[in-house]
């Protein structure tokens, strides 16, 4: 079974960038790719779980209001590499952070914190 190992997270100023990374063990990343969403999640303490970024198998991309125009997902199948690009951070961003596959495959997680 695939796993999903996520890094990049850590603490940055507002206004600062950060760029998480999913990397998929095995090299069956590429199927999946192809067979449904993936996407990137986040959760802040007290809140439930809320989509941030998705892309389809045809590389349609959707974004929460709250971070159209700073956020960016994309993927390197050859790579078995997904990202989240995040500019422009804002406090609100502070979250743990999780990719996910089809099928319900998830990561750990990685904490970003957006704070002077």
């Known amino acids: 079974q695939v796993q999903l190992v996520e890094s990049g997270g850590g603490l940055v100023q507002p206004g600062g960038s950060l760029r998480l990374s999913c990397a998929a063990s095995?090299?069956?990343?590429?199927?999946?790719?192809?067979?449904?969403?993936m996407g990137w999640f986040r959760q802040a303490p007290g809140k439930q779980r809320e989509l941030v970024a998705s892309?389809?198998?045809?590389?349609?991309?959707t974004y929460a209001d709250s971070v159209k125009g700073r956020f960016t997902i994309s993927r390197d199948n050859a790579k078995n590499t997904m990202w989240l690009h995040m500019n422009s951070l804002k406090p609100e961003d502070t979250a743990v952070y999780y990719c996910?596959?089809?099928?319900?495959?998830w990561g750990q997680g990685t904490q970003v914190t957006v704070s002077s």
């Open positions: 892309i389809t198998p045809s590389d349609r991309k």
């Open positions: 996910k596959l089809p099928g319900d495959i």
């Open positions: 095995g090299s069956i990343f590429s199927i999946y790719a192809s067979i449904g969403v």
